[in-house]
């Protein structure tokens, strides 16, 4: 399984930016995705994941109620609508597959990265 992290950007706080994930190399129809960020010096964290089975969503509270995980099986594609950014949202963000657990360690696939940085 390929993943590949995009939609990064520098954007002003407040703003929007839309991350995507787009998923190859296998011939399932769905992966639970999840998106992690790694600010400079500190830990990788959950930020998000959608689950293979029934698409529900689970957020970190840093992000709750400003950023929106969704999945288009048909682009094979999961999304991460970010709206109201604020600076500690700056980070390298990552998706990766195959779970909807809030930890690293339950994760097997990993994309790239794509770096989103939030000031004025």
């Known amino acids: 399984v390929q993943l590949q992290a995009s939609g990064g950007g520098s954007v002003q706080p407040g703003g929007s930016l839309r991350l995507s994930c787009g998923i190859s190399?296998?011939?399932?129809?769905?992966?639970?995705i999840a998106w992690f960020r790694q600010a400079p010096g500190k830990e990788r964290e959950w930020v998000s994941c959608i689950s293979s089975s029934d698409g529900s969503a689970n957020y970190a509270d840093s992000v709750q109620g400003r950023f929106t995980i969704s999945r288009d099986n048909a682009k094979s594609t999961v999304y991460l609508q970010m709206n109201g950014v604020e600076p500690g949202d700056t980070a390298v963000y990552y998706c990766?597959?195959?779970?909807?657990?809030?930890?690293?360690?339950?994760?097997?696939?990993w994309g790239q990265g794509t770096q989103v940085t939030v000031s004025s």
């Open positions: 990766a597959a195959d779970s909807c657990l809030p930890g690293a360690l339950f994760y097997d696939y």
């Open positions: 190399g296998t011939t399932r129809s769905t992966y639970g």
